[in-house]
C-alpha cells in the first residue's frame, strides 16, 4: 500500500533551515524536531481515526441493532477502503503538504460530522418505509467508506513528509510511522469507552475528535511545511481549517438541541425522561395528562402502558399455577412482572435480578411508572439485585426458587444471546426446586418463529420440559426486538413464551385466583395451537460459542 523512497545516497545531512537540495524543505526547526512534530501528528491522526471507527460502530449498534452484524459491515468496508486510499495518495505524493493538509480537513469534516448525520437519518427517515428504511445502513456504509480513505490517504502522505525532511531508508521510516499509529489508535481506542463516550456522549465526542483532528493536521502542515506550499495554497488550506473549526464548533454549540428535536421525531414529542446510563439509553415518555407511558431502553420500546398487562399476564400467570412461594425474576426491574407475581396468595419472598440501577431507580421514583407497578418496590418481599443475570446465575444457590421469570430483552439482539444459551438455562434450572418451573420470553413467534423454535430447543437441551405458548399484542407499537418497527410491517405484533420444568412438561392452565385481566383459558388454549402449528423441527442449540440468534 505504502510507495516509500529509496535510500539517499551517502552524504551529510541538509543544513537546518536551507534547502538541502532535492527531496528537502526549508523548515523552521530543526530536522530531529521536525521528525518529531511529525510522528506526534502521526499518534494524534492515528487516534482519532480509530474514536471514528469506534464511534460509527457504537452508534450504529445502538440505532440499527445486531452489534456483531455493525461492526463487522464498518471494520471491513473502512480497512477496504483504506487500501482504496492508501492506492489513490500515491499520485498526491508531489503535493505531499498540501495534500496532507486537504485530506485532513475532509477527514475532520466527515468523521466529526458522522455520528450527527447518521442519528439524523435515522430519526427523520427512519419510519419512511421503502428504500428509505435501509437509510441508516447506507449512510453507515457511505461514512465507513468515506473515513477510510482519507484515513487510508494518511500514511503515504505522512511517509512522504517525513522523507523530505531527512531521507534514511524505507524499512527505518516505516517502522517510526506505524509505532506512532498503532500507539496512537491504543490511547484512542482507550480514550472512546473511558472518557469520550461517558463523559461526553456519542454526537459530542465525535465532534472533538474532528476538531483535534483538523487542529493537529493544520498545525503540522501550515506551521512546519508552510515554505512547501504557494501563498494560494496556504490561504485555501487556512480558510478551510477555519471554516471546518467553524463549522464543527457550531455544531458543538447546537448539539443539545440536535439532540433533542430528533429524539422528538424517534419517541414523541412527550419525553419526560432521558438518561444514558452505564448499560443503554433510558427514556421514558408519556405517563401524563391521559398519555400512555412508554419506557425504551436502548430505543427499543420495552414497556407500552397501552398492552403491557396483556404482556405481563401472559408471561406471568401460568407460571405462578403451582408451588410459588419463592420468585426469581430475571430481569424486570422495571416491576411490572413483580406487580402481576405479588398478586397471587402465598408468596413469601421475590428476588429480581436486574442490570441496570437506571431501570430500578425510575421504577420507584417516577410517580406514573411506580403507579403502574403498583409501588412493588416498596414490598418488603421484593429485593433487588443489580447485576448481570448470567454472572448472579452462577454463583446462585440450588433448588432455591419455585418460580423463575425470565423476562430478558429479545433474543435476537445481540447483547442478549448469552441469556438464551444452554449454558444461562442450565444455571436457571439449577435454581429451580424439584417441582418448579420457569417461563422464558421468547420473542415475537410471528415475526421470527425461527428465533422462538431455537428457544425451545435450548431449553430442552439443557434438560427442562416446554410447553411453548404465545400472547397477541393490541398495541402494534409494541417491538422489542432490534428492528425497532414502529408498526409499519404488516407483520402480526405477538409475545412468544416458553413455559418448562426440570420434570414432566408443565401444563398450560392458569390459577383459580387471582383472576388476569386480560387473559383467559381459552386464549392461552388458543396460543399454545396456534404455536404448534408453526413448529420448526431440527434447530441446532443455541450456546455462548455458537448463538444461533
Given at each position: 500500500?505504502?510507495?516509500?523512497?529509496?535510500?539517499?545516497?551517502?552524504?551529510?545531512?541538509?543544513?537546518?533551515?536551507?534547502?538541502?537540495?532535492?527531496?528537502?524543505?526549508?523548515?523552521?526547526?530543526?530536522?530531529?524536531?521536525?521528525?518529531?512534530?511529525?510522528?506526534?501528528?502521526?499518534?494524534?491522526?492515528?487516534?482519532?481515526?480509530?474514536?471514528?471507527?469506534?464511534?460509527?460502530?457504537?452508534?450504529?449498534?445502538?440505532?440499527?441493532?445486531?452489534?456483531?452484524?455493525?461492526?463487522?459491515?464498518?471494520?471491513?468496508?473502512?480497512?477496504?477502503?483504506?487500501?482504496?486510499?492508501?492506492?489513490?495518495?500515491?499520485?498526491?505524493?508531489?503535493?505531499?503538504?498540501?495534500?496532507?493538509?486537504?485530506?485532513?480537513?475532509?477527514?475532520?469534516?466527515?468523521?466529526?460530522?458522522?455520528?450527527?448525520?447518521?442519528?439524523?437519518?435515522?430519526?427523520?427517515?427512519?419510519?419512511?418505509?421503502?428504500?428509505?428504511?435501509?437509510?441508516?445502513?447506507?449512510?453507515?456504509?457511505?461514512?465507513?467508506?468515506?473515513?477510510?480513505?482519507?484515513?487510508?490517504?494518511?500514511?503515504?502522505?505522512?511517509?512522504?513528509?517525513?522523507?523530505?525532511?531527512?531521507?534514511?531508508?524505507?524499512?527505518?521510516?516505516?517502522?517510526?510511522?506505524?509505532?506512532?499509529?498503532?500507539?496512537?489508535?491504543?490511547?484512542?481506542?482507550?480514550?472512546?469507552?473511558?472518557?469520550?463516550?461517558?463523559?461526553?456522549?456519542?454526537?459530542?465526542?465525535?465532534?472533538?475528535?474532528?476538531?483535534?483532528?483538523?487542529?493537529?493536521g493544520g498545525a503540522l502542515v501550515l506551521g512546519l511545511f508552510h515554505g512547501d506550499l504557494t501563498r494560494r495554497a496556504r490561504w485555501l488550506l487556512l480558510t478551510a481549517?477555519?471554516?471546518?473549526?467553524?463549522?464543527?464548533?457550531?455544531?458543538?454549540?447546537?448539539?443539545?438541541?440536535?439532540?433533542?428535536?430528533?429524539?422528538?421525531?424517534?419517541?414523541?414529542?412527550?419525553?419526560?425522561?432521558?438518561?444514558?446510563?452505564?448499560?443503554?439509553?433510558?427514556?421514558?415518555?408519556?405517563?401524563?395528562?391521559?398519555?400512555?407511558?412508554?419506557?425504551?431502553?436502548?430505543?427499543?420500546?420495552?414497556?407500552?402502558?397501552?398492552?403491557?398487562?396483556?404482556?405481563?399476564?401472559?408471561?406471568?400467570?401460568?407460571?405462578?399455577?403451582?408451588?410459588?412461594?419463592?420468585?426469581?425474576?430475571?430481569?424486570?426491574?422495571?416491576?411490572?412482572?413483580?406487580?402481576?407475581?405479588?398478586?397471587?396468595?402465598?408468596?413469601?419472598?421475590?428476588?429480581?435480578?436486574?442490570?441496570?440501577?437506571?431501570?430500578?431507580?425510575?421504577?420507584?421514583?417516577?410517580?406514573?411508572?411506580?403507579?403502574?407497578?403498583?409501588?412493588?418496590?416498596?414490598?418488603?418481599?421484593?429485593?433487588?439485585?443489580?447485576?448481570?443475570?448470567?454472572?448472579?446465575?452462577?454463583?446462585?444457590?440450588?433448588?432455591?426458587?419455585?418460580?423463575?421469570?425470565?423476562?430478558?430483552?429479545?433474543?435476537?439482539?445481540?447483547?442478549?444471546?448469552?441469556?438464551?444459551?444452554?449454558?444461562?438455562?442450565?444455571?436457571?434450572?439449577?435454581?429451580?426446586?424439584?417441582?418448579?418451573?420457569?417461563?422464558?420470553?421468547?420473542?415475537?413467534?410471528?415475526?421470527?418463529?425461527?428465533?422462538?423454535?431455537?428457544?425451545?430447543?435450548?431449553?430442552?437441551?439443557?434438560?427442562?420440559?416446554?410447553?411453548?405458548?404465545?400472547?397477541?399484542?393490541?398495541?402494534?407499537?409494541?417491538?422489542?426486538?432490534?428492528?425497532?418497527?414502529?408498526?409499519?410491517?404488516?407483520?402480526?405484533?405477538?409475545?412468544?413464551?416458553?413455559?418448562?420444568?426440570?420434570?414432566?412438561?408443565?401444563?398450560?392452565?392458569?390459577?383459580?385466583?387471582?383472576?388476569?385481566?386480560?387473559?383467559?383459558?381459552?386464549?392461552?388454549?388458543?396460543?399454545?395451537?396456534?404455536?404448534?402449528?408453526?413448529?420448526?423441527?431440527?434447530?441446532?442449540?443455541?450456546?455462548?460459542?455458537?448463538?444461533?440468534?
Amino acid at each position: 500500500m505504502i510507495d516509500p523512497h529509496a535510500p539517499a545516497p551517502p552524504g551529510p545531512p541538509p543544513p537546518w533551515g536551507t534547502s538541502g537540495g532535492p527531496g528537502t524543505v526549508r523548515l523552521p526547526v530543526r530536522p530531529g524536531t521536525a521528525r518529531f512534530l511529525v510522528l506526534a501528528c502521526v499518534f494524534v491522526c492515528a487516534a482519532c481515526g480509530l474514536v471514528y471507527e469506534l464511534e460509527l460502530v457504537a452508534l450504529a449498534s445502538y440505532l440499527i441493532g445486531d452489534s456483531v452484524t455493525q461492526a463487522s459491515i464498518v471494520l471491513s468496508v473502512m480497512v477496504f477502503a483504506m487500501g482504496i486510499g492508501s492506492l489513490a495518495a500515491k499520485r498526491l505524493r508531489r503535493l505531499g503538504a498540501a495534500a496532507f493538509g486537504a485530506v485532513e480537513v475532509a477527514l475532520a469534516l466527515v468523521g466529526g460530522c458522522s455520528a450527527m448525520a447518521l442519528y439524523a437519518v435515522f430519526a427523520w427517515t427512519g419510519d419512511w418505509g421503502g428504500l428509505w428504511s435501509h437509510g441508516p445502513r447506507l449512510v453507515l456504509v457511505a461514512f465507513s467508506l468515506g473515513t477510510g480513505l482519507l484515513i487510508g490517504a494518511e500514511v503515504p502522505l505522512l511517509m512522504e513528509l517525513i522523507q523530505r525532511i531527512r531521507r534514511q531508508d524505507a524499512g527505518g521510516a516505516v517502522a517510526d510511522l506505524f509505532a506512532a499509529d498503532y500507539v496512537g489508535a491504543l490511547v484512542g481506542g482507550l480514550a472512546f469507552p473511558f472518557l469520550l463516550l461517558p463523559f461526553l456522549g456519542q454526537l459530542t465526542g465525535a465532534l472533538l475528535t474532528g476538531t483535534v483532528n483538523v487542529i493537529a493536521g493544520g498545525a503540522l502542515v501550515l506551521g512546519l511545511f508552510h515554505g512547501d506550499l504557494t501563498r494560494r495554497a496556504r490561504w485555501l488550506l487556512l480558510t478551510a481549517n477555519l471554516t471546518v473549526l467553524g463549522l464543527l464548533a457550531s455544531a458543538a454549540v447546537l448539539v443539545d438541541d440536535f439532540e433533542r428535536a430528533a429524539r422528538q421525531a424517534v419517541y414523541g414529542s412527550d419525553v419526560r425522561f432521558a438518561v444514558k446510563s452505564e448499560v443503554q439509553e433510558v427514556v421514558l415518555t408519556g405517563g401524563t395528562h391521559g398519555e400512555p407511558l412508554a419506557l425504551f431502553l436502548d430505543g427499543r420500546l420495552r414497556v407500552s402502558g397501552q398492552d403491557e398487562a396483556r404482556y405481563h399476564e401472559a408471561l406471568v400467570h401460568p407460571v405462578m399455577n403451582g408451588p410459588h412461594d419463592r420468585v426469581l425474576i430475571l430481569g424486570g426491574g422495571d416491576g411490572l412482572a413483580a406487580r402481576e407475581v405479588l398478586r397471587h396468595p402465598g408468596v413469601r419472598r421475590v428476588d429480581i435480578v436486574e442490570i441496570d440501577p437506571e431501570v430500578v431507580r425510575l421504577a420507584r421514583q417516577d410517580p406514573a411508572l411506580a403507579a403502574l407497578n403498583g409501588h412493588v418496590h416498596g414490598d418488603p418481599r421484593v429485593r433487588v439485585t443489580v447485576a448481570d443475570a448470567f454472572t448472579w446465575l452462577r454463583t446462585a444457590p440450588t433448588e432455591a426458587y419455585d418460580v423463575v421469570i425470565s423476562d430478558l430483552p429479545d433474543p435476537a439482539i445481540t447483547d442478549s444471546t448469552k441469556l438464551y444459551s444452554q449454558e444461562f438455562y442450565g444455571l436457571a434450572r439449577r435454581t429451580l426446586a424439584a417441582d418448579g418451573r420457569m417461563v422464558v420470553h421468547a420473542g415475537p413467534l410471528a415475526g421470527r418463529p425461527r428465533g422462538f423454535w431455537t428457544v425451545d430447543t435450548t431449553l430442552r437441551a439443557a434438560g427442562l420440559r416446554t410447553s411453548p405458548y404465545r400472547a397477541g399484542g393490541g398495541t402494534t407499537g409494541f417491538a422489542a426486538g432490534p428492528d425497532r418497527t414502529t408498526g409499519t410491517s404488516g407483520t402480526p405484533h405477538d409475545w412468544g413464551f416458553v413455559l418448562a420444568s426440570p420434570g414432566a412438561a408443565p401444563s398450560l392452565s392458569l390459577a383459580a385466583r387471582p383472576a388476569p385481566r386480560t387473559l383467559t383459558e381459552q386464549d392461552l388454549a388458543a396460543g399454545a395451537r396456534a404455536v404448534e402449528r408453526t413448529r420448526i423441527g431440527g434447530l441446532a442449540v443455541s450456546t455462548l460459542v455458537h448463538p444461533r440468534y
